[in-house]
């Protein structure tokens, strides 16, 4: 992973009702860069040893 390479987040999307997300995967294809959260502010980094994150429900 290069941390000098960051997004904040994979996703951003309204914060309304009906907006919804389910079964979620970002993936750091080459391990390069890191990403905060997975949609909005919800959601962690990808673990460091398989560069995937997984979110099952938003919100």
Not at 5 to 12: H, P, S
Not at 38 to 51: F, K, Q
Request: glycine content about 14%.
């Amino acid at each position: 992973m290069n941390p000098g390479v960051v997004a904040a987040r994979a996703f951003e999307v309204p914060d309304t009702p009906g907006v919804r997300f389910h079964h979620m995967v970002t993936v750091s294809l080459g391990g390069t860069g890191t990403i905060s959260h997975l949609i909005n502010n919800t959601g962690g980094p990808p673990n460091s040893g398989n560069n995937v994150a997984n979110l099952v429900n938003y919100p």
